[in-house]
């Protein structure tokens, strides 16, 4: 493994000059030598007391990651896909600017500023090196990063306050940065980001409508309203957006896997599977895309397939919300029998935690009313009960289907349906795996021969025993 090289000028060069810098400490990856030795050296006279040079990708995300404050200098001579990497690594795990980024590249290609653009780098080095013309940049950039003081802190703020999961505390802070500030397309995308953070994702589209609108075609504004247009059923619209920010960024894994859920959502698993695929050669390791694709094989009929691709999931509520995401994607598209199926195999891997064995069961219940099985719903709901009894949206549902079931009748009707918990969102204590909700509240039992299989009756009949 590379091994890095510090360079700690802290009180060893008196000849420096002295500099009040925001910035302390820079993490350098240049692949060219020669240029890393002129950029490493006149950081140091500029002031700069540490700097951390790195050959190994793994170790300069990780003293990104270690040191949050710290200037990034990146060489785009690494090859877009690593530095891509980089990039998404200095933005850190709670998505905020807070470093200012050198950029370094030999021609100031289309794709150089496209992906500078997203992750808001604001200065380019291109050309020959010189040490006037470092000055020059790094006298820019680190005046660029202080122009506003206020929208440093906050930035700094929100990235403490995320971490804590105080988004209400996090909302105010950014939208008192955006009044004072309306052309700030950076706390702009932010605040977006907190509002569909927070659930609010009618506010959040509403927002990032505008956000984009006057964007100047930022891709991260643009990233973003996609996944509103998600998150409220609108994938083809969502996919349009993905796909013009593909090509212009293909290197973006997130984006990647935000098109494999679209697809998925619209019933093209095998398009799905190659986005996740796709995602999976830029980054060998990402969570999401390895979720996306044991979706594809939850969906596909291969559960102990998937499973093998989820060795990362290491709590029930995580895994159990995969399976929940899978099966709801099968019964939007109407695969009721597909979607319970799902549902029965979760039982059996998260049955340790009683808690979250109630919400698949309660999500169990949901499906089958969609699929306008009352009975089969009543006994799924009625375990949820069982299984957790502070759990009052499965108790809820159990007293309105008993209802139903004394007037002897069905439950029909939209005014009925609308009568139970969580049949447009499903369960959100599973948390935001699920893309995509009916926003017009449409959603209706299946009609009679709908699916030709018929449910297996044992198994609910194995509920109400307890067996």
Known sequence: ?????????????????????????????????????????????????????????????????????????VDWEHGEQTVTKVLRAAQGPYRVDTR?????ALDLAERVISVANEFNVMQIHTGEISQAQIVKNLNELLKFATVTPACRKAFRDVAALRKKGD???????????CEDEPNNVRAGVELGAT??????????????QKVHASSDGDLRAQHLLARCLMKMGSFEEAQKLLDEAWLIS??????????????LSLDKTTEALGKFNDALKLDKDFKEAKIGKAQCSMLEGHVNEAMKFLGQIDTPKELASIFNSAAIIAIRQGHFKQGLSLYKSAVTYVSSDTQVLARVFFNMGVGLVK???????????????????AFTKA????????????KGGALTGTKRIQELESLEQEDEEFGAMDFGVNPTGTDKPAEAGAEDDEIDDSYFQSLVSGS
């Not at 060069?13 to 950029?39: C, E, G, M, Y």
């Not at 509002?195 to 990032?208: I, S, V």
């Not at 293909?250 to 697809?263: F, M, T």
């Not at 375990?383 to 957790?388: E, G, K, N, S, W």
């Open 195 to 208: 509002l569909f953070d927070l659930g609010r994702y009618d506010d959040a589209l509403e927002w990032m």
């Open 395 to 406: 108790s809820h549902n159990v007293e309105i289907l008993k209802a139903q079931k004394a």
């Open 250 to 263: 293909p290197h973006n894994v997130d984006r990647l896997v935000d098109l494999g859920n679209i697809l």
């Open 167 to 177: 988004g209400e505390a996090t909302e105010s802070i950014l939208r008192k940065l």
């Open 100 to 104: 200012p980024i050198y950029f370094i």
């Open 1 to 73: 493994m590379a091994t890095a090289r510090a360079f700690d000028f802290t009180g060893k060069d008196q000849n420096a000059p002295v500099k009040d810098l925001f910035v302390k400490a820079a993490t350098v990856f240049i692949s060219r030598t020669t240029v890393r030795s002129v950029v490493v050296r006149e950081m140091k006279n500029y002031g700069i007391l540490t700097i951390n040079v790195f050959d190994s990708i793994a170790e300069c995300c990780e003293d990104l990651q270690k040191n949050p404050d710290s200037m990034l200098v």
């Open 371 to 389: 699929w306008g099985k009352a009975a089969q719903a009543l006994s799924a709901f009625e375990q949820a009960a069982t299984l957790d009894a």
